[in-house]
């Protein structure tokens, strides 16, 4: 009797909805796993108040009647999107020294089309990797108060580097005083430094390992922050609770930067088989932003980027996309991580042809914007798929993305914490 009373009870609460939630129901021709990389024919999710409370191929019982209701005959559903290195300040369309004809707001401003093309493009998460001081956390309460729209956005704040290394503002004389306000020139300046850009709102730690190409006088092989100040950096972001980024093209700071126990390594662009070999071992993530050279280099000097620049550019492009294929072929962690902003917003998702070029499979790539991404940024009760307790938020494309990719390149419908956002179908 006992046991007949528990079932009856089970069946009850399979989906009981307050009289006051909002409920959306969607249907499509099919949805995408992106765990195991294969579809579910005929799903129906529920979103109650913003996050999934039910996956299943009929609709449960208990559904409130005004629930919402959103066919997509014909299209098929996937989470949504993440791209784990983006700079929401930044456009191509303005670089190099052309940047200072611009008033000092000018990035800060141009933070919310970004954000809504981003948004548009089926990115409903975006790590925010830099930009000016505080603006992507300004960003992320506009856009979480309902003011502006765009991605959930998890801002580092501010960069941390080293005097005159990539983080820092290099290129000008030293009559003009031009230096970040967040440069670490010892473990304890980079814990000090650290705990200031978490006090004024960052969500994840940038840090600059070593040079790059879009700064002015550092090569991108260079090592710029010693063992000891990485290690004090994971140490000290790992005690507050967040992840480490850290800007690492050069192959002695990326093994320095994974051995001193960073989170994910942006570019990764002259890793050796060393390197790969220790991201594999520790578990390190890695995030290769192996499109945006195409742009950067068909576009050349029009909108301001230097032929020094460039000419590191062309240096580290083809090596990057390399060392991308021997990663994933040992087995090395990887997520999606676009650098957006070097190219336009909105064109994030023309990554995953390369991503596939370059040895993954679309499912594979996929999942490195999906499933993989939540998981480096903690979040994997949130984002990353579409399981119940996970937030509301799903894409929907025409054609078959786990055999062309690119279709991903063109997303009719955006649905974020329950609400369409984005219809054009």
């Known amino acids: 009797m006992l046991k007949r009373m528990i079932v009856a009870v089970a069946a009850v609460l399979v989906f009981v909805t307050p009289a006051w939630a909002d409920t959306l129901v969607v249907t499509a021709a099919r949805m995408v796993d992106v765990e195991r990389g294969r579809y579910v024919d005929n799903p129906v999710i529920v979103i109650t108040d913003g996050r999934i409370t039910s996956v299943g191929t009929s609709a449960p019982a208990g559904l409130p009647a005004d629930a919402r209701r959103l066919d997509l005959p014909g299209l098929t559903l996937l989470p949504g999107l993440i791209d784990m290195h983006v700079h929401l300040a930044d456009t191509p369309y303005v670089s190099g020294w052309t940047a200072l004809e611009r008033a000092d707001g000018f990035g800060t401003v141009l933070q919310a089309p970004h954000a809504r093309a981003t948004l548009d493009a089926g990115f409903t998460t975006v790590r925010n990797l830099g930009g000016p001081d505080f603006a992507d956390v300004a960003l992320m309460q506009a856009i979480d108060g309902g003011f502006v729209p765009g991605p959930r956005v998890i801002p580092a704040g501010a960069y941390i580097g080293a005097t005159g290394g990539h983080c820092d503002v290099t290129g000008f004389p030293y009559s003009m005083e031009m230096e970040s306000d967040f440069v670490a020139d010892s473990p304890d300046q980079m814990r000090h430094a650290i705990r200031e850009v978490r006090k004024y709102g960052a969500q994840v730690i940038k840090i600059c390992a070593t ?23 994971a140490d000290e972001a790992h005690m507050w609770g967040l992840k480490v980024a850290a800007h690492a093209h050069g192959a002695s700071g990326i093994r320095d ?48 980027v230097t032929e020094d620049n460039l000419r590191k550019d062309r240096e580290v492009a083809q090596v990057q996309r390399d060392a991308f294929r021997a990663a994933h072929a040992a087995g090395a962690r990887m997520v999606f991580g676009s650098d957006a902003g070097i190219y336009p917003h909105g064109q994030n998702a023309r990554q995953f042809a390369v991503m596939v070029e370059y040895g993954m499979t679309p499912a594979e790539a996929i999942r490195s914007a999906t499933w993989n991404a939540a998981q480096a940024l903690g979040r994997e009760r949130d984002i990353g798929a579409i399981v119940v307790g996970r937030y509301g938020d799903l894409i929907a494309v025409a054609g078959d993305p786990l055999a062309d990719v690119r279709v991903l390149e063109t997303v009719p419908l955006v649905i974020k914490g329950g609400e369409v956002v984005r219809d054009v179908r």
């Open 211 to 233: 040079g790059g190409v879009f700064s002015r006088n550092t090569e991108p092989g260079q090592q710029q922050l010693t063992y000891e100040e990485l290690k004090a950096a």
């Open 257 to 304: 930067a994974i051995r001193a126990g960073i989170d994910t390594i942006e570019h990764a662009s002259l890793i050796d088989a060393e390197g790969i070999r220790m991201a594999v071992e520790h578990g390190t993530w890695l995030s290769m932003d192996i499109y945006n050279t195409d742009f950067t280099q068909e576009t050349g000097t029009r909108f301001g």
